[in-house]
Protein backbone atom coordinates (compact mmCIF):
# COMPACT_ATOMS: atom_id res chain seq x y z
CA UNK A 1 0.00 0.00 0.00
CA UNK A 2 1.00 3.66 -0.57
CA UNK A 3 2.66 5.35 2.55
CA UNK A 4 1.16 8.87 2.60
CA UNK A 5 3.60 11.35 1.51
CA UNK A 6 5.19 13.80 3.25
CA UNK A 7 3.37 16.46 4.92
CA UNK A 8 2.82 19.29 2.68
CA UNK A 9 5.63 21.47 2.37
CA UNK A 10 3.09 24.93 2.34
CA UNK A 11 1.87 24.03 5.92
CA UNK A 12 4.14 25.52 8.56
CA UNK A 13 5.00 23.25 11.39
CA UNK A 14 3.44 25.21 13.95
CA UNK A 15 0.42 24.83 11.95
CA UNK A 16 0.30 21.10 13.71
CA UNK A 17 0.50 21.94 17.65
CA UNK A 18 -2.00 22.03 20.07
CA UNK A 19 -2.81 24.38 23.40
CA UNK A 20 0.22 26.82 23.12
CA UNK A 21 1.48 25.30 19.77
CA UNK A 22 -2.32 26.47 18.34
CA UNK A 23 -1.80 29.78 19.44
CA UNK A 24 1.33 30.16 18.12
CA UNK A 25 -0.12 28.91 15.22
CA UNK A 26 -1.84 32.35 14.63
CA UNK A 27 1.17 34.43 15.05
CA UNK A 28 2.75 34.24 11.64
CA UNK A 29 -0.87 35.24 10.02
CA UNK A 30 -1.12 38.67 12.68
CA UNK A 31 2.73 39.28 12.05
CA UNK A 32 3.05 38.48 8.72
CA UNK A 33 7.06 38.51 7.08
CA UNK A 34 7.56 41.73 4.53
CA UNK A 35 4.26 43.11 4.98
CA UNK A 36 4.78 46.54 7.10
CA UNK A 37 1.71 48.03 6.80
CA UNK A 38 -0.14 45.13 8.63
CA UNK A 39 2.62 45.34 11.06
CA UNK A 40 2.12 48.93 12.08
CA UNK A 41 -1.46 48.32 12.67
CA UNK A 42 -0.91 45.43 15.09
CA UNK A 43 1.51 47.96 16.86
CA UNK A 44 -0.89 51.21 16.76
CA UNK A 45 -3.77 48.86 18.18
CA UNK A 46 -1.65 47.44 20.73
CA UNK A 47 -0.78 51.40 21.77
CA UNK A 48 -4.72 52.42 21.66
CA UNK A 49 -5.32 49.22 24.04
CA UNK A 50 -2.67 50.49 26.57
CA UNK A 51 -3.87 54.16 26.14
CA UNK A 52 -7.57 53.12 27.29
CA UNK A 53 -6.56 51.10 29.99
CA UNK A 54 -3.98 53.69 31.27
CA UNK A 55 -7.18 55.95 31.19
CA UNK A 56 -9.49 53.77 32.43
CA UNK A 57 -6.84 53.37 35.88
CA UNK A 58 -6.92 57.06 36.06
CA UNK A 59 -10.42 57.83 36.30
CA UNK A 60 -11.13 56.57 39.43
CA UNK A 61 -8.67 58.78 40.55
CA UNK A 62 -10.33 61.73 39.00
CA UNK A 63 -13.70 61.02 40.18
CA UNK A 64 -11.57 60.74 43.77
CA UNK A 65 -9.97 64.16 43.43
CA UNK A 66 -13.92 65.60 42.45
CA UNK A 67 -15.20 64.18 45.60
CA UNK A 68 -12.43 65.32 47.58
CA UNK A 69 -13.00 68.59 46.15
CA UNK A 70 -16.57 68.64 46.82
CA UNK A 71 -15.95 67.44 50.61
CA UNK A 72 -13.07 70.45 51.43
CA UNK A 73 -10.32 67.68 52.09
CA UNK A 74 -7.23 69.77 52.72
CA UNK A 75 -4.03 69.26 51.01
CA UNK A 76 -5.91 66.67 48.41
CA UNK A 77 -4.49 67.33 45.58
CA UNK A 78 -7.68 67.47 44.10
CA UNK A 79 -8.42 70.43 46.23
CA UNK A 80 -5.46 72.34 44.74
CA UNK A 81 -6.40 71.82 41.62
CA UNK A 82 -7.63 75.65 40.00
CA UNK A 83 -10.39 74.05 37.97
CA UNK A 84 -12.52 72.98 41.01
CA UNK A 85 -14.90 70.09 41.90
CA UNK A 86 -17.02 71.42 38.38
CA UNK A 87 -13.60 70.56 36.55
CA UNK A 88 -12.57 67.45 37.54
CA UNK A 89 -16.57 66.20 37.56
CA UNK A 90 -16.23 66.73 33.18
CA UNK A 91 -12.13 66.17 33.33
CA UNK A 92 -13.96 62.55 34.99
CA UNK A 93 -16.12 62.59 32.02
CA UNK A 94 -14.24 63.30 29.60
CA UNK A 95 -11.40 59.97 30.57
CA UNK A 96 -14.48 57.73 30.52
CA UNK A 97 -15.15 58.81 27.52
CA UNK A 98 -11.55 58.70 25.77
CA UNK A 99 -11.56 55.16 27.08
CA UNK A 100 -14.02 54.20 25.29
CA UNK A 101 -12.76 56.09 22.07
CA UNK A 102 -9.21 54.43 22.75
CA UNK A 103 -10.98 51.21 22.33
CA UNK A 104 -12.78 51.25 19.68
CA UNK A 105 -10.11 53.02 17.66
CA UNK A 106 -8.45 49.60 18.39
CA UNK A 107 -11.26 47.85 17.32
CA UNK A 108 -11.77 49.69 14.18
CA UNK A 109 -7.28 49.43 13.65
CA UNK A 110 -7.17 45.81 14.16
CA UNK A 111 -10.25 44.80 12.41
CA UNK A 112 -8.37 44.93 8.84
CA UNK A 113 -5.57 42.64 10.14
CA UNK A 114 -8.01 40.21 11.76
CA UNK A 115 -10.27 39.74 8.83
CA UNK A 116 -7.42 39.60 6.64
CA UNK A 117 -5.74 36.85 8.93
CA UNK A 118 -9.12 34.91 8.94
CA UNK A 119 -9.09 35.04 5.06
CA UNK A 120 -5.68 34.15 4.88
CA UNK A 121 -6.63 30.70 7.00
CA UNK A 122 -9.88 30.18 5.66
CA UNK A 123 -7.87 29.76 2.37
CA UNK A 124 -5.14 27.97 3.04
CA UNK A 125 -7.38 25.71 4.37
CA UNK A 126 -9.83 25.72 1.63
CA UNK A 127 -6.86 24.83 -0.62
CA UNK A 128 -5.35 22.32 1.07
CA UNK A 129 -8.36 20.06 1.15
CA UNK A 130 -8.59 20.41 -2.30
CA UNK A 131 -4.88 18.80 -2.46
CA UNK A 132 -5.75 16.05 -0.58
CA UNK A 133 -6.52 12.78 -2.25
CA UNK A 134 -9.38 11.29 -3.33
CA UNK A 135 -9.07 8.58 -0.73
CA UNK A 136 -9.35 11.24 1.65
CA UNK A 137 -12.40 12.66 0.96
CA UNK A 138 -14.42 9.30 0.43
CA UNK A 139 -13.21 8.34 3.50
CA UNK A 140 -14.44 12.11 5.18
CA UNK A 141 -18.05 13.58 5.17
CA UNK A 142 -17.68 16.21 3.31
CA UNK A 143 -20.10 18.43 5.68
CA UNK A 144 -17.73 17.32 8.46
CA UNK A 145 -15.00 19.13 6.36
CA UNK A 146 -16.90 22.05 6.13
CA UNK A 147 -17.77 22.18 9.72
CA UNK A 148 -14.48 22.02 10.62
CA UNK A 149 -13.32 24.92 8.47
CA UNK A 150 -16.19 27.07 9.95
CA UNK A 151 -15.37 26.00 13.29
CA UNK A 152 -11.73 26.62 12.95
CA UNK A 153 -11.97 30.10 11.48
CA UNK A 154 -14.50 31.05 13.86
CA UNK A 155 -12.39 29.91 16.82
CA UNK A 156 -9.53 31.72 15.28
CA UNK A 157 -11.42 34.92 15.19
CA UNK A 158 -12.92 34.38 18.73
CA UNK A 159 -9.36 33.73 19.73
CA UNK A 160 -8.16 36.95 18.51
CA UNK A 161 -11.11 38.89 19.90
CA UNK A 162 -10.65 37.84 23.48
CA UNK A 163 -7.13 37.20 23.77
CA UNK A 164 -6.36 40.84 22.66
CA UNK A 165 -9.48 42.32 23.72
CA UNK A 166 -10.28 41.23 26.54
CA UNK A 167 -8.16 38.80 28.54
CA UNK A 168 -5.03 40.49 27.91
CA UNK A 169 -6.90 43.46 28.20
CA UNK A 170 -8.39 42.14 31.87
CA UNK A 171 -5.07 41.04 32.92
CA UNK A 172 -3.21 44.56 32.14
CA UNK A 173 -6.22 46.14 34.01
CA UNK A 174 -6.19 44.08 36.88
CA UNK A 175 -2.02 44.84 37.63
CA UNK A 176 -2.43 48.59 37.08
CA UNK A 177 -5.41 48.16 39.46
CA UNK A 178 -3.42 46.37 42.44
CA UNK A 179 -0.24 48.62 41.64
CA UNK A 180 -2.26 52.10 41.56
CA UNK A 181 -3.87 50.75 44.85
CA UNK A 182 -0.58 49.82 46.20
CA UNK A 183 1.10 53.21 45.02
CA UNK A 184 -1.82 55.48 46.09
CA UNK A 185 -2.82 53.37 49.42
CA UNK A 186 -1.24 50.87 50.63
CA UNK A 187 0.03 46.93 50.07
CA UNK A 188 -2.69 45.76 51.83
CA UNK A 189 -5.11 47.11 49.52
CA UNK A 190 -3.08 45.49 47.03
CA UNK A 191 -3.08 41.79 48.16
CA UNK A 192 -6.23 41.42 49.26
CA UNK A 193 -7.67 42.71 45.62
CA UNK A 194 -4.61 40.04 44.30
CA UNK A 195 -6.23 37.42 46.72
CA UNK A 196 -9.81 38.11 45.73
CA UNK A 197 -8.88 37.54 42.29
CA UNK A 198 -6.82 34.51 42.89
CA UNK A 199 -9.60 32.82 44.63
CA UNK A 200 -12.44 34.06 41.79
CA UNK A 201 -10.22 32.78 39.66
CA UNK A 202 -9.23 29.19 40.68
CA UNK A 203 -13.31 28.70 41.78
CA UNK A 204 -14.33 30.00 38.25
CA UNK A 205 -11.45 27.59 36.51
CA UNK A 206 -12.99 24.91 39.13
CA UNK A 207 -16.59 24.95 38.28
CA UNK A 208 -16.58 25.67 34.92
CA UNK A 209 -14.45 22.72 34.29
CA UNK A 210 -17.12 20.75 35.96
CA UNK A 211 -19.64 22.26 33.90
CA UNK A 212 -18.18 21.58 30.86
CA UNK A 213 -18.97 17.84 30.98
CA UNK A 214 -22.50 18.54 31.95
CA UNK A 215 -22.95 20.55 29.08
CA UNK A 216 -21.45 18.04 26.72
CA UNK A 217 -23.69 16.27 27.85
CA UNK A 218 -26.31 18.33 26.91
CA UNK A 219 -24.98 18.89 23.77
CA UNK A 220 -25.13 15.32 23.39
CA UNK A 221 -28.59 14.86 24.27
CA UNK A 222 -29.24 17.56 22.16
CA UNK A 223 -27.63 16.15 19.26
CA UNK A 224 -29.40 13.10 19.78
CA UNK A 225 -32.87 14.13 19.78
CA UNK A 226 -32.32 16.61 17.09
CA UNK A 227 -31.02 13.43 14.88
CA UNK A 228 -34.10 11.59 15.60
CA UNK A 229 -36.07 14.20 14.91
CA UNK A 230 -34.67 15.10 11.41
CA UNK A 231 -34.32 10.78 10.80
CA UNK A 232 -38.48 10.79 11.54
CA UNK A 233 -38.96 13.73 9.31
CA UNK A 234 -36.70 12.23 6.38
CA UNK A 235 -38.60 9.22 6.62
CA UNK A 236 -41.97 11.30 6.67
CA UNK A 237 -44.04 8.25 4.11
CA UNK A 238 -42.52 5.62 5.76
CA UNK A 239 -43.89 6.80 9.19
CA UNK A 240 -46.95 7.03 7.43
CA UNK A 241 -47.09 3.93 5.97
CA UNK A 242 -46.61 2.21 9.19
CA UNK A 243 -48.72 4.01 11.38
CA UNK A 244 -46.00 4.74 13.56
CA UNK A 245 -46.66 8.88 14.39
CA UNK A 246 -46.76 7.76 18.13
CA UNK A 247 -43.97 5.42 18.57
CA UNK A 248 -42.03 8.02 16.97
CA UNK A 249 -43.41 11.16 19.02
CA UNK A 250 -42.37 8.45 22.19
CA UNK A 251 -39.47 8.09 20.49
CA UNK A 252 -37.95 12.02 20.27
CA UNK A 253 -39.78 12.57 23.56
CA UNK A 254 -37.49 10.15 25.69
CA UNK A 255 -34.39 11.75 23.68
CA UNK A 256 -35.63 15.14 24.92
CA UNK A 257 -36.52 13.75 28.44
CA UNK A 258 -32.70 12.99 28.37
CA UNK A 259 -31.99 16.66 27.15
CA UNK A 260 -34.36 17.96 29.80
CA UNK A 261 -32.37 16.43 32.68
CA UNK A 262 -29.12 17.33 31.46
CA UNK A 263 -30.47 20.88 30.56
CA UNK A 264 -31.59 21.72 34.39
CA UNK A 265 -28.10 20.47 35.73
CA UNK A 266 -26.80 22.70 33.42
CA UNK A 267 -28.74 25.54 34.50
CA UNK A 268 -28.71 24.53 38.28
CA UNK A 269 -24.23 24.28 37.91
CA UNK A 270 -24.37 27.99 36.14
CA UNK A 271 -26.81 29.75 38.96
CA UNK A 272 -24.29 27.80 41.19
CA UNK A 273 -21.03 29.50 39.46
CA UNK A 274 -22.73 32.73 39.22
CA UNK A 275 -23.53 32.90 43.33
CA UNK A 276 -19.95 31.96 43.85
CA UNK A 277 -18.20 34.24 41.78
CA UNK A 278 -20.70 37.22 42.80
CA UNK A 279 -20.11 35.84 47.01
CA UNK A 280 -16.31 36.03 46.20
CA UNK A 281 -16.55 39.15 44.59
CA UNK A 282 -18.63 40.58 47.00
CA UNK A 283 -16.23 39.79 50.06
CA UNK A 284 -13.27 41.05 48.38
CA UNK A 285 -15.30 44.45 47.94
CA UNK A 286 -16.72 44.63 51.42
CA UNK A 287 -13.20 44.09 52.85
CA UNK A 288 -11.59 46.87 50.86
CA UNK A 289 -14.20 48.79 51.62
CA UNK A 290 -14.20 48.36 55.55
CA UNK A 291 -10.53 48.72 55.34
CA UNK A 292 -11.11 52.49 53.46
CA UNK A 293 -13.92 53.49 55.75
CA UNK A 294 -11.86 52.57 58.87
CA UNK A 295 -8.83 54.82 57.01
CA UNK A 296 -11.46 57.62 56.29
CA UNK A 297 -12.93 57.37 60.14
CA UNK A 298 -9.12 57.15 61.37
CA UNK A 299 -8.12 60.51 59.02
CA UNK A 300 -5.50 58.89 56.87
CA UNK A 301 -7.97 58.43 53.76
CA UNK A 302 -10.41 61.00 52.55
CA UNK A 303 -13.63 60.61 50.98
CA UNK A 304 -12.83 60.32 48.07
CA UNK A 305 -10.21 57.70 48.51
CA UNK A 306 -12.99 55.55 49.79
CA UNK A 307 -15.04 56.47 46.53
CA UNK A 308 -12.28 55.52 44.67
CA UNK A 309 -11.87 51.79 46.08
CA UNK A 310 -15.31 51.22 45.68
CA UNK A 311 -14.72 52.45 41.86
CA UNK A 312 -11.53 50.57 41.16
CA UNK A 313 -13.37 47.19 42.81
CA UNK A 314 -16.56 47.73 40.31
CA UNK A 315 -14.79 48.22 37.31
CA UNK A 316 -12.80 45.19 37.45
CA UNK A 317 -15.64 43.19 38.68
CA UNK A 318 -17.70 43.84 35.47
CA UNK A 319 -14.86 41.74 33.20
CA UNK A 320 -14.36 38.86 35.49
CA UNK A 321 -18.39 38.42 35.94
CA UNK A 322 -17.03 37.07 31.88
CA UNK A 323 -14.16 34.70 33.07
CA UNK A 324 -15.81 31.31 33.61
CA UNK A 325 -17.83 32.01 30.08
CA UNK A 326 -14.61 33.44 28.27
CA UNK A 327 -12.09 30.14 29.77
CA UNK A 328 -15.18 27.70 28.77
CA UNK A 329 -14.99 29.43 25.13
CA UNK A 330 -11.33 29.56 24.77
CA UNK A 331 -10.69 25.72 25.44
CA UNK A 332 -13.41 25.32 22.76
CA UNK A 333 -11.94 27.25 20.43
CA UNK A 334 -8.69 25.84 20.93
CA UNK A 335 -10.07 22.85 20.44
CA UNK A 336 -11.74 24.01 17.02
CA UNK A 337 -8.47 25.69 16.01
CA UNK A 338 -6.39 22.44 16.68
CA UNK A 339 -8.84 20.15 14.31
CA UNK A 340 -8.62 22.82 11.92
CA UNK A 341 -4.46 22.76 11.88
CA UNK A 342 -4.60 18.75 12.10
CA UNK A 343 -6.56 19.05 8.79
CA UNK A 344 -3.54 21.56 7.28
CA UNK A 345 -1.41 18.90 8.65
CA UNK A 346 -2.97 16.27 6.74
CA UNK A 347 -0.41 15.10 4.14
CA UNK A 348 -1.74 15.04 0.44
CA UNK A 349 -0.85 11.57 -0.74
CA UNK A 350 -0.49 12.27 -4.09
CA UNK A 351 1.94 15.15 -4.96
CA UNK A 352 3.81 16.44 -7.73
CA UNK A 353 7.47 15.28 -7.68
CA UNK A 354 10.45 17.99 -7.39
CA UNK A 355 11.02 19.31 -10.83
CA UNK A 356 7.74 17.94 -12.39
CA UNK A 357 7.21 18.66 -16.09
CA UNK A 358 4.19 19.94 -17.51
CA UNK A 359 2.51 16.83 -20.17
CA UNK A 360 2.91 17.87 -23.60
CA UNK A 361 0.15 15.53 -25.19
CA UNK A 362 0.89 14.78 -28.96
CA UNK A 363 -0.38 11.72 -30.49
CA UNK A 364 -2.57 10.42 -27.41
CA UNK A 365 -0.74 7.20 -26.84
CA UNK A 366 -1.28 5.71 -23.53
CA UNK A 367 0.34 2.89 -22.12
CA UNK A 368 -0.16 0.93 -19.18
CA UNK A 369 2.69 -1.23 -18.30
CA UNK A 370 2.29 -3.97 -15.37
CA UNK A 371 -0.30 -2.15 -13.53
CA UNK A 372 -0.57 -3.33 -10.00
CA UNK A 373 -3.28 -1.53 -7.76
CA UNK A 374 -5.51 -2.12 -4.83
CA UNK A 375 -7.20 -0.04 -2.70
CA UNK A 376 -6.61 -1.47 0.49
CA UNK A 377 -3.63 -3.87 0.32
CA UNK A 378 -4.85 -6.83 1.36
CA UNK A 379 -7.53 -6.49 -1.64
CA UNK A 380 -5.40 -5.98 -5.19
CA UNK A 381 -8.00 -4.39 -7.98
CA UNK A 382 -5.60 -4.25 -10.85
CA UNK A 383 -3.32 -7.31 -11.32
CA UNK A 384 -0.24 -6.56 -13.88
CA UNK A 385 -2.69 -4.92 -16.25
CA UNK A 386 -0.48 -4.27 -19.46
CA UNK A 387 -2.41 -2.35 -22.47
CA UNK A 388 -1.78 0.12 -25.07
CA UNK A 389 -4.54 2.41 -26.17
CA UNK A 390 -2.82 3.73 -29.30
CA UNK A 391 -3.38 7.33 -30.76
CA UNK A 392 -7.23 8.11 -31.66
CA UNK A 393 -7.84 4.69 -30.55
CA UNK A 394 -11.10 4.47 -28.97
CA UNK A 395 -11.27 0.97 -25.95
CA UNK A 396 -13.63 0.03 -24.11
CA UNK A 397 -13.16 -2.08 -20.60
CA UNK A 398 -16.13 -4.18 -19.73
CA UNK A 399 -16.79 -6.59 -17.01
CA UNK A 400 -18.73 -6.85 -13.38
CA UNK A 401 -19.13 -4.65 -10.83
CA UNK A 402 -15.71 -4.85 -8.97
CA UNK A 403 -13.67 -5.71 -11.78
CA UNK A 404 -11.44 -2.75 -11.92
CA UNK A 405 -13.34 -0.52 -14.88
CA UNK A 406 -13.59 2.59 -12.98
CA UNK A 407 -10.30 2.12 -11.17
CA UNK A 408 -8.31 2.34 -14.85
CA UNK A 409 -9.79 5.71 -15.36
CA UNK A 410 -8.77 7.09 -11.53
CA UNK A 411 -5.42 6.13 -12.06
CA UNK A 412 -5.08 7.55 -15.35
CA UNK A 413 -6.51 11.08 -13.95
CA UNK A 414 -3.81 10.30 -11.01
CA UNK A 415 -6.47 10.28 -8.19
CA UNK A 416 -4.16 7.45 -7.06
CA UNK A 417 -0.52 6.50 -8.00
CA UNK A 418 -0.13 2.98 -9.19
CA UNK A 419 1.37 0.08 -6.40
CA UNK A 420 3.33 -1.10 -9.23
CA UNK A 421 4.40 -0.59 -13.32
CA UNK A 422 3.59 2.73 -14.61
CA UNK A 423 0.97 4.43 -16.32
CA UNK A 424 2.95 6.70 -19.23
CA UNK A 425 1.01 9.08 -21.68
CA UNK A 426 3.26 9.74 -24.87
CA UNK A 427 5.94 7.97 -22.95
CA UNK A 428 5.72 10.91 -19.92
CA UNK A 429 5.17 8.94 -17.06
CA UNK A 430 1.92 9.96 -15.12
CA UNK A 431 4.75 10.88 -11.98
CA UNK A 432 6.95 12.35 -13.17
CA UNK A 433 4.36 15.89 -14.97
CA UNK A 434 2.30 18.56 -12.72
CA UNK A 435 -1.06 16.95 -12.28
CA UNK A 436 -2.18 20.42 -13.50
CA UNK A 437 -1.73 19.81 -16.79
CA UNK A 438 -2.62 16.35 -16.90
CA UNK A 439 -5.67 17.71 -15.65
CA UNK A 440 -5.79 20.01 -18.72
CA UNK A 441 -5.74 17.17 -21.14
CA UNK A 442 -8.07 14.52 -20.13
CA UNK A 443 -11.75 15.27 -19.79
CA UNK A 444 -14.21 13.03 -17.92
CA UNK A 445 -17.93 12.11 -18.16
CA UNK A 446 -18.95 10.15 -15.15
CA UNK A 447 -21.39 8.12 -14.24
CA UNK A 448 -23.47 10.22 -11.99
CA UNK A 449 -22.91 13.61 -12.90
CA UNK A 450 -22.62 16.48 -9.52
CA UNK A 451 -23.69 19.81 -10.56
CA UNK A 452 -22.70 23.23 -8.83
CA UNK A 453 -25.98 25.11 -7.00
CA UNK A 454 -25.78 27.35 -9.92
CA UNK A 455 -27.19 28.12 -13.27
CA UNK A 456 -27.05 25.55 -16.11
CA UNK A 457 -24.82 28.21 -18.07
CA UNK A 458 -22.87 28.41 -15.02
CA UNK A 459 -22.32 24.70 -14.82
CA UNK A 460 -21.52 24.16 -18.58
CA UNK A 461 -18.85 27.06 -18.33
CA UNK A 462 -17.08 25.51 -16.05
CA UNK A 463 -15.52 23.14 -18.21
CA UNK A 464 -13.37 25.96 -19.83
CA UNK A 465 -12.55 29.14 -17.89
CA UNK A 466 -13.65 32.55 -19.91
CA UNK A 467 -16.13 30.52 -22.41
CA UNK A 468 -18.23 32.80 -24.60
CA UNK A 469 -22.29 32.26 -24.67
CA UNK A 470 -21.63 31.02 -28.41
CA UNK A 471 -19.14 28.30 -27.38
CA UNK A 472 -21.33 27.34 -24.10
CA UNK A 473 -24.45 27.24 -26.53
CA UNK A 474 -22.57 25.36 -29.32
CA UNK A 475 -21.52 22.88 -26.64
CA UNK A 476 -25.03 22.26 -25.38
CA UNK A 477 -26.07 21.70 -28.88
CA UNK A 478 -24.12 18.99 -29.44
CA UNK A 479 -25.16 16.95 -25.99
CA UNK A 480 -28.81 17.18 -27.37
CA UNK A 481 -29.69 19.45 -24.30
CA UNK A 482 -29.54 23.16 -25.58
CA UNK A 483 -33.42 22.78 -27.35
CA UNK A 484 -34.33 21.16 -23.70
CA UNK A 485 -32.27 24.97 -22.02
CA UNK A 486 -34.33 27.36 -23.97
CA UNK A 487 -37.46 25.58 -23.35
CA UNK A 488 -37.03 26.62 -19.65
CA UNK A 489 -38.76 29.86 -18.47
CA UNK A 490 -35.23 31.08 -17.71
CA UNK A 491 -33.34 29.43 -20.21
CA UNK A 492 -29.32 29.23 -19.43
CA UNK A 493 -30.02 31.31 -16.19
CA UNK A 494 -32.36 28.28 -14.82
CA UNK A 495 -30.70 27.33 -11.47
CA UNK A 496 -30.20 23.22 -11.03
CA UNK A 497 -30.63 23.41 -7.05
CA UNK A 498 -27.84 21.57 -4.82
CA UNK A 499 -26.24 18.67 -7.16
CA UNK A 500 -28.16 19.64 -10.07
CA UNK A 501 -31.71 17.91 -8.26
CA UNK A 502 -33.67 20.08 -9.62
CA UNK A 503 -32.91 18.26 -13.00
CA UNK A 504 -33.72 14.85 -13.91
CA UNK A 505 -30.29 12.32 -14.19
CA UNK A 506 -30.79 12.28 -18.22
CA UNK A 507 -30.91 16.07 -17.72
CA UNK A 508 -27.73 16.37 -15.22
CA UNK A 509 -25.86 13.60 -17.69
CA UNK A 510 -26.24 15.53 -20.58
CA UNK A 511 -25.27 19.04 -18.77
CA UNK A 512 -22.14 17.00 -18.15
CA UNK A 513 -21.27 15.61 -21.48
CA UNK A 514 -21.68 19.75 -22.43
CA UNK A 515 -19.23 20.64 -20.05
CA UNK A 516 -16.77 17.97 -21.65
CA UNK A 517 -17.47 18.66 -24.74
CA UNK A 518 -16.75 22.71 -24.12
CA UNK A 519 -13.59 21.42 -22.71
CA UNK A 520 -12.21 19.70 -25.59
CA UNK A 521 -9.39 17.90 -24.31
CA UNK A 522 -7.46 15.46 -26.65
CA UNK A 523 -7.92 12.30 -24.43
CA UNK A 524 -11.19 10.91 -22.95
CA UNK A 525 -12.72 9.16 -20.34
CA UNK A 526 -16.67 7.94 -20.71
CA UNK A 527 -17.21 6.27 -17.07
CA UNK A 528 -20.99 5.26 -17.67
CA UNK A 529 -21.30 8.23 -19.75
CA UNK A 530 -25.19 7.69 -20.92
CA UNK A 531 -25.82 5.10 -17.90
CA UNK A 532 -28.87 7.71 -16.68
CA UNK A 533 -30.29 8.16 -20.13
CA UNK A 534 -32.87 6.62 -21.97
CA UNK A 535 -32.66 4.51 -25.05
CA UNK A 536 -33.70 6.89 -27.57
CA UNK A 537 -31.23 9.69 -25.93
CA UNK A 538 -28.74 7.02 -25.42
CA UNK A 539 -28.42 6.43 -29.03
CA UNK A 540 -28.04 10.26 -29.93
CA UNK A 541 -25.73 11.17 -27.32
CA UNK A 542 -23.45 8.40 -27.90
CA UNK A 543 -23.45 9.02 -32.09
CA UNK A 544 -22.37 12.55 -30.63
CA UNK A 545 -19.63 10.87 -28.24
CA UNK A 546 -18.55 8.95 -30.63
CA UNK A 547 -18.07 11.90 -33.19
CA UNK A 548 -16.35 13.91 -30.45
CA UNK A 549 -13.72 10.47 -29.73
CA UNK A 550 -12.69 10.96 -33.37
CA UNK A 551 -8.92 11.99 -33.30
CA UNK A 552 -9.13 11.36 -29.44
CA UNK A 553 -7.23 8.80 -27.39
CA UNK A 554 -10.89 7.89 -25.63
CA UNK A 555 -11.20 5.36 -22.76
CA UNK A 556 -14.96 3.98 -22.17
CA UNK A 557 -16.14 2.11 -19.01
CA UNK A 558 -19.77 0.58 -19.66
CA UNK A 559 -21.58 -2.05 -18.33
CA UNK A 560 -24.09 -1.97 -21.18
CA UNK A 561 -22.19 -3.39 -24.28
CA UNK A 562 -24.02 -1.76 -26.36
CA UNK A 563 -22.56 1.42 -25.83
CA UNK A 564 -19.22 -0.22 -26.23
CA UNK A 565 -19.66 -2.30 -29.51
CA UNK A 566 -18.55 0.38 -31.75
CA UNK A 567 -14.80 0.78 -30.09
CA UNK A 568 -11.91 -0.33 -31.26
CA UNK A 569 -10.29 -2.30 -28.78
CA UNK A 570 -12.75 -4.05 -26.18
CA UNK A 571 -10.86 -5.55 -22.90
CA UNK A 572 -12.86 -7.97 -20.77
CA UNK A 573 -11.81 -7.35 -17.28
CA UNK A 574 -11.96 -10.19 -14.13
CA UNK A 575 -10.49 -10.04 -10.94
CA UNK A 576 -8.21 -7.08 -12.40
CA UNK A 577 -7.32 -8.83 -15.49
CA UNK A 578 -7.68 -9.04 -19.25
CA UNK A 579 -9.46 -12.14 -19.88
CA UNK A 580 -10.57 -11.42 -23.30
CA UNK A 581 -9.95 -8.40 -26.00
CA UNK A 582 -10.72 -7.94 -29.23
CA UNK A 583 -13.45 -6.16 -31.84
CA UNK A 584 -17.20 -6.67 -30.82
CA UNK A 585 -17.35 -9.03 -33.57
CA UNK A 586 -14.01 -10.49 -32.95
CA UNK A 587 -15.03 -11.12 -28.93
CA UNK A 588 -18.91 -12.76 -30.68
CA UNK A 589 -16.74 -15.45 -32.26
CA UNK A 590 -14.67 -15.85 -29.41
CA UNK A 591 -17.75 -17.51 -28.21
CA UNK A 592 -16.68 -16.72 -24.70
CA UNK A 593 -17.36 -14.47 -21.18
CA UNK A 594 -18.07 -11.46 -23.83
CA UNK A 595 -20.59 -13.50 -26.03
CA UNK A 596 -22.53 -14.79 -22.98
CA UNK A 597 -22.08 -11.15 -21.59
CA UNK A 598 -24.10 -9.90 -24.81
CA UNK A 599 -26.35 -12.22 -25.34
CA UNK A 600 -27.72 -12.53 -21.46
CA UNK A 601 -28.37 -8.12 -22.02
CA UNK A 602 -29.52 -8.94 -25.60
CA UNK A 603 -32.23 -10.99 -24.27
CA UNK A 604 -32.70 -8.92 -21.27
CA UNK A 605 -33.16 -5.73 -23.88
CA UNK A 606 -35.99 -8.07 -25.68
CA UNK A 607 -38.11 -9.10 -22.96
CA UNK A 608 -37.77 -5.21 -21.74
CA UNK A 609 -39.20 -4.43 -24.94
CA UNK A 610 -41.98 -6.75 -25.11
CA UNK A 611 -43.29 -5.99 -21.65
Not at 32 to 41: C, D, N, Q, S
Not at 372 to 398: C, H, K, M, N, S
Request: a negative charge; glycine letters at 8%.
Amino acid sequence: MRRPAAADSTVPDSLKGRGPGTIRSVVPYLWPEGEPGVKLRVVTALVLLLLSKLVAIVTPVLYKWAVDALAGTPDDPGTLLPTGAVGLTVAYGVARLMSVAFAQGRDAVFSAVGQRALRRIALQTFEHIHRLSLRYHITRKTGGLSRIIERGVKGVDFLLRILLFSLGPLILELVLTAAVLWWLLDITYMLVVVATIAVYVVFTFIVTEWRVRMRREMNDRDTEANQKAVDSLLNFETVKYFNAEAREAARYDRAMAGYEVAANRTNTSLAFLNLGQSAIITLGLVVVMVMAARGVEAGTLSVGDFVMVNAYMIQITMPLNFLGSMYRDIRQALVDMAEMFELLGQPAEVTDRAGAQALRVGAGEIAFDRVDFGYDPERPILRGLTLTVEPGQTVAFVGPSGAGKSTIGRLLFRFYDVDGGAISIDGQDLRDVTQTSLHAAIGVVPQDTVLFNDTIRYNIAYGREGATDAEIESAARAARIHDFITSLPQGYATQVGERGLKLSGGEKQRVGIARTLLKDPPILILDEATSALDTATEREIQAQLDQMGQGRSVIMIAHRLSTVAGADLICVLEDGRIVEQGSHDDLLALEGRYARLWARQAAEAAEGEAA
